[in-house]
Structure formats: C-alpha cells, structure tokens
C-alpha cells in the first residue's frame, strides 16, 4: 500500500512539475538556445528597444529638467536667476568659440574678474 501511495504521490508531483514546465515554456528556450541566428536576431531587437527606451527616458526628463528650470528663471529668484543666466553666458561663449580649451581660459578669467559668481 505505502508503495502505491507514494508512487502515486511521485507520479502527481511530475505532472505538477510537467506543467509548470510547459507554462515556463522551457521547451521553447531550448529550442532558442540551440539556434543562434533566432538568438541573435532576437537579442538584436532587444537591444534596440532598450536603447530607444532609454533616449526616450532621457528626453522626457531633461525636457522635465528645463521645464522646471525655465520656471524657476521666471521667478526671478536672485540666486537660481544668477545661477540660470551664468549657464547662459558660458553656453553663448562656447558657441563663439571653437574649443574647450579657450571656454576654459575664458570662464576663469570671467570668475576672476567678477563676471560670473562663483557657486
């Protein structure tokens, strides 16, 4: 009787653990690992929608950034509106010039003669 019992009690676990196999789709992921063309592809598409999701992500958050940026400029609160036009003017210096090097020279030389605060 004991024999029957816990044969039965075997037999009922692999048919547990039959199913969730299948619903795990095990069977597929082997098939996937043994062609690696269809891997590939697959891992290619995956990588791009990554890649595309994280520009995505990025872009929603700096235009978030700006937005509240542009919000706060104006406030004409005294020390974001320094902060907001020192950004400005290192931004309308480097599209004058045409190296790092020179904003480099040219910001400190601004800080030192007072154009910009330091922060």
């Not at 196999?21 to 891992?43: D, F, M, Q, T």
């Not at 700006?66 to 509106?81: E, F, S, V």
């Amino acid at each position: 009787m004991k024999q029957q019992v816990s044969i039965q009690g075997i037999e009922e676990r692999l048919e547990r653990l039959a199913k969730k196999l299948e619903s795990g789709e095990i069977a597929e992921y082997v098939r996937l690992a043994n062609s690696p063309g269809k891997l590939l592809i697959r891992n290619l598409f995956a990588g791009i929608a990554r890649g595309v999701g994280y520009a995505i992500g990025i872009s929603v958050f700096l235009l978030l950034m700006l937005y509240i940026l542009r919000a706060l400029g104006a406030l004409n609160l005294p020390i974001i509106g320094d902060f907001i036009a020192d950004i400005v003017k290192i931004v309308q210096i480097q599209l004058k010039l045409d190296g790092y090097a020179e904003l480099s020279h040219t910001v400190s030389a601004m800080i030192h003669i007072g154009h910009i605060n330091r922060i």
